[in-house]
Nanobody, 124 residues
Framework: QVPLVESGGGLVQAGGSLRLSCAAT????????MGWFRQAPGKEREFVAA????????YYADSVKGRFTISRDNAKNTVYLQMNSPKPEDTAVYYC?????????????????WGQGTQVTVSS
């Protein structure tokens, strides 16, 4: 059983908008922070955004701050990434992940459950 399932990826024009969703199953959404990462071809996976269990605290990579918004709906076991004004350099496979604890972390090692990713392609 895949613990996390991302959806909403696709092709979007620069300056448009796109919303990614991540649905969690079972115990992968319990009292923990959630994060979004991305990985472009030939590059390492990089942190995008994170949100605490309550949703009261968020943290963003400088490259997306002011353009992307992370949110969550615990009743639906779902976390979202609203991407506004995307740029071609945002093109990547986007992954959601469940943190080991309910703290905001930017390192891959701080997360224990991962989805399979959804492709986002931003055209210029």
């Amino acid at each position: 059983q895949v613990p996390l399932v991302e959806s909403g990826g696709g092709l979007v024009q620069a300056g448009g908008s796109l919303r990614l969703s991540c649905a969690a199953t079972g115990r992968t959404f319990v009292s923990a922070a959630m994060g979004w990462f991305r990985q472009a071809p030939g590059k390492e996976r990089e942190f995008v955004a994170a949100i605490t269990w309550s949703g009261g605290s968020t943290y963003y990579a400088d490259s997306v701050k002011g353009r992307f918004t992370i949110s969550r709906d615990n009743a639906k076991n779902t976390v979202y990434l609203q991407m506004n004004s995307p740029k071609p350099e945002d093109t990547a496979v986007y992954y959601c992940a469940t943190a080991v604890r309910d703290i905001l972390v930017t390192e891959v090692a701080g997360y224990r459950y991962w989805g399979q990713g959804t492709q986002v392609t931003v055209s210029s």
